[in-house]
C-alpha cells in the first residue's frame, strides 16, 4: 500500500501569517495518464472534510486563492497564507493512483 | 446545489449485517463515480470502497479490510448509492460518508452515518 506520511503532525500559526503543510507518498503518485492524482481535504472541527486542491495543485471551485498546492512524483505541499480563524482544523492528503486508496494521518492546525 | 445524506447506521452486534444508504440530488449522479469513506471515533479518514458510472461497467473497488464483507452498489434511476455490510467487526465502527468523486478526490461529501458495532 501507498504510505502517505503527513508532517508535522500538528502546528500552531499566528493569524495573517502562512502554514505550509508536507505530504510524501511512498511511491510516486504519478499515473501513467499522466496525472498525478494527490488531493487536500480539510476537516473542520464537527463538521465533514471538504476538497480544497486537486491534481497536487489545482484550487477546487470556490477555494480560496490563499490555499495553494505543489509537488510531483513523491513530495507535495499545501500552503496557506494570512491564516484566517476559519483555516483551523485537520488537512488530509490523499492518494488516488495506487490501490487501495489512502489518506495521510492529518495534520492539525492550530490558530496561534 | 449538491446534496448527499447518508441513512442506514445504529448500532449493531458483531458479525451483525447493516445496509447505509445514500441519497444524492444537485447534479447529474449519472455521471460521476461514487465513494465511501470512514473515520473511526477520534481518528483519520480511510478510504472503503468506490463505484464507478454505467459506461465504465459499474466498475466497483473496495479496501482488502473490508473486502468479501461489503460490497457497494448503486442506483442511478433513484440517485441512490449502497453500502451492504455484512459480517461487521468491532473495528468496522466509524462515521460512514458518502462522496462524489470528482475533480481528482473527493469533491463533496455527506455528513455521515454513524454504525457502532458492539456487543
Known amino acids: 500500500d501507498v504510505v502517505m506520511t503527513q508532517t508535522p503532525v500538528s502546528l500552531s500559526v499566528s493569524l495573517g501569517n502562512q502554514a505550509s503543510i508536507s505530504c510524501r507518498s511512498s511511491?510516486?503518485?504519478?499515473?501513467?495518464?499522466?496525472?498525478?492524482?494527490l488531493s487536500w481535504y480539510l476537516q473542520r472541527p464537527g463538521q465533514s472534510p471538504q476538497l480544497l486542491i486537486y491534481?497536487?495543485?489545482n484550487r477546487f471551485s470556490g477555494v480560496s486563492n490563499r490555499f495553494s498546492g505543489s509537488g510531483s512524483g513523491t513530495d507535495f505541499t499545501l500552503k496557506i497564507s494570512r491564516l484566517e480563524p476559519e483555516d483551523l482544523g485537520i488537512y488530509y492528503c490523499?492518494?488516488?493512483?495506487?490501490?487501495?486508496?489512502?489518506f495521510g494521518s492529518g495534520t492539525k492546525l492550530e490558530i496561534k | 446545489e449538491v446534496q448527499l445524506v447518508e441513512s442506514g447506521g445504529g448500532l449493531v452486534q458483531p458479525k451483525g449485517s447493516l445496509k447505509l444508504s445514500c441519497a444524492a440530488s444537485?447534479?447529474?449522479?449519472?455521471?460521476?463515480?461514487m465513494s465511501w469513506v470512514r473515520q473511526a471515533p477520534g481518528k483519520g479518514l480511510e478510504w472503503v470502497a468506490s463505484?464507478?458510472?454505467?459506461?465504465?461497467?459499474?466498475?466497483?473497488l473496495h479496501v482488502d479490510s473490508v473486502k468479501e464483507r461489503f460490497t457497494i452498489s448503486r442506483d442511478d434511476s433513484q440517485s441512490m448509492v449502497y453500502l451492504h455490510m455484512n459480517k461487521l467487526k468491532t473495528e468496522d465502527t466509524a462515521l460512514y460518508y458518502c462522496?462524489?468523486?470528482?475533480?481528482?478526490?473527493?469533491?463533496?461529501w455527506g455528513q455521515g452515518t454513524l454504525v457502532t458495532v458492539a456487543s
Open positions: 463505484i464507478s458510472i454505467k459506461t465504465q461497467n459499474y466498475a466497483t
Open positions: 491534481l497536487a495543485s
Open positions: 444537485g447534479f447529474d449522479f449519472n455521471a460521476y463515480a
Open positions: 511511491q510516486s503518485l504519478l499515473h501513467d495518464d499522466g496525472n498525478t492524482y
Open positions: 490523499f492518494q488516488h493512483t495506487h490501490l487501495p486508496l489512502t
Open positions: 462522496t462524489v468523486s470528482a475533480s481528482g478526490g473527493h469533491a463533496s
